[in-house]
């Protein structure tokens, strides 16, 4: 069983039921629906499609709406793309037309960003294809010298290297689309250019206010994002290391170091990680992913990320379904070569647990790891229990038996959990026991004879609950 979960990025490439069945029946766990393109109209329609071909393939697909963010960007030329050479002058000025754009200026969709670069600073185009030294700045215009040339388009975005960039993480628009999450039922919402735990928090209270239970994702993309780290993990239930604009912000030489310390951190805080951006970006045009990309994938779920992200690949690529089987091969071989770490995690041995059901899940995966436990079921109403679980090392799997629609899919996330749907009006321990060994049994999970260690509460419907642990052995049915 895969542990890693792969998110898949919703795009014309996969805009039907066929070929978005395809794509889940790859591997994809999670559906990204970017919302820098699109109208409610086309996500609700996504919405229902997603839902409906989950829904026939037996499967608990979460959505992950990815919020815009600012538009730090230029505008657009004339005739695009132009050519830019080393040593030449080049302006960018918010107030000029936004369609005039030539060889010498163009103009910006950030009104501020004048205000917020000085003389010597470094500005990055098309995530730092070309790169710019900032000469003088008067008013709204920003004189400039091309130090790496090259081909620029239109609306091409910018990064101040170093960072420093004041435009708030939520826009207006930003705002609108929270509001409208909760008529959509959708699980996972990603705050782009988050610099602060404010960020986060602002957005979580627009979901709580018009009624959506979204778990908040915070992408780590900003200098700032970094200098404060901690906080923004504490304030988020899941964190993405947004490596386009955290590389072109805090130079491509560190991202690796980076990448690294936040997923350990991540995981540290008892938080989901996600890590994205170019992980397949060849398969956009090519059946087979590089050498390199390979390596990549492998590295990030060896460093014990819960999931990794496919965007234009999905969105766009000409191969969306062999990206995602491509990524599900690699996750695999990574996680078996990982294996003998499995067993061996010292995670949170020196804590103090705050909750009954933190301290069973801890218990549960040190028993399981020094045990022929073949797997783990936990009856949980919210998910906490398993993902409490998840934060272990452990290659064996993490059955998540709920009646909660929403639960199932906000596991789905959870690197290591399998999300199975079950209701009963069973109180008591065994009968529930046997109900879900036979599912398992059916599913090819487990077998008789088999040891696994069952969870649950002893208040039917109360969330945090889980106070039981049991270790049993699969009888015959």
């Not at 206010?209 to 994702?217: N, P, R, T």
């Amino acid at each position: 069983m895969r542990r890693t979960k792969i998110i898949a990025t919703f795009g014309p490439a996969v805009d039907s039921p066929e070929k978005l069945g395809q794509l889940i029946e790859a591997g994809a766990d999670v559906i990204r629906l970017n919302f820098s393109h699109g109208s409610w109209d086309e996500y609700a329609q996504q919405i229902a499609m997603i839902r409906e071909v989950s829904l026939r393939l037996g499967r608990h697909i979460a959505i992950l709406g990815d919020l815009q963010g600012p538009k730090i960007r230029i505008d657009k030329f004339r005739n695009a793309p132009i050519k830019l050479v080393p040593g030449q002058k080049f302006a960018l000025d918010s107030s000029l037309d936004p369609l005039a754009g030539d060889e010498t200026e163009v103009g910006v969709a950030y009104n501020q960003l004048a205000d917020d670069v000085s003389a010597g600073d470094t500005l990055l185009l098309d995530d730092g294809n070309i790169v710019l030294r900032a000469d003088a700045v008067a008013g709204t215009r920003i004189e400039c010298t091309v130090t790496i040339g090259g081909s620029l388009g239109n609306n091409k975005g910018i990064n101040l290297q170093g960072g420093g960039l004041s435009a708030p993480a939520l826009t207006e628009k930003d705002k609108d689309d929270l509001e409208r999450v909760a008529d959509f039922g959708i699980d996972w919402l990603a705050v782009s250019f988050v610099q602060s735990s404010k960020d986060v928090k602002r957005a979580r209270k627009i979901l709580r206010k018009h009624g959506s239970q979204a778990h908040v994702i915070a992408k780590i993309e900003r200098s700032e994002a970094i200098d404060n780290l901690m906080p923004i993990i504490d304030a988020s239930d899941a964190v993405m290391v947004a490596r386009g604009d955290l590389g072109v912000e805090m130079g491509y030489a560190g991202l690796a170091g980076l990448q690294k310390s936040i997923i350990r951190m991540t995981r540290a805080r008892h938080k989901v990680c996600i890590t994205a951006t170019q992980m397949m970006e060849s398969m956009i045009n090519s059946q087979m992913p590089t050498r390199a990309e390979v390596s990549d994938v492998a590295n990030a779920v060896m460093d014990g990320t819960d999931a990794v992200m496919l965007s234009a690949e999905t969105a766009v690529g000409e191969f969306p379904i062999k990206a995602v089987a491509s990524m599900a091969e690699v996750c695999v071989g990574a996680e078996s070569y990982h294996h003998s770490a499995s067993r061996m995690s010292r995670h949170r041995m020196e804590d103090r647990f705050e909750h009954v059901d933190e301290a069973i899940a801890m218990a549960v995966m040190y028993t399981a790891n020094h045990m022929e436990v073949k797997a783990i079921i936990a009856m949980t109403e919210s998910g906490a229990t398993a993902k409490w679980m998840s934060r272990i090392r452990s290659d064996i799997p993490i059955f998540a038996f709920t009646p909660n629609e929403s639960t199932l899919c906000r596991v789905a996330l959870y690197r290591g959990v399998m999300p199975v749907a079950y209701s009963s009006q069973h109180e008591h321990t065994e009968p529930i026991f046997r109900d879900v060994c036979r599912i398992l049994t059916h599913l090819g999970y487990v077998e008789t004879g088999d040891l696994v260690i069952f969870t649950k509460g002893t208040t039917k419907g109360e969330t945090g609950g889980t106070n039981e642990m049991r270790i049993l052995s699969v009888t015959s049915q």
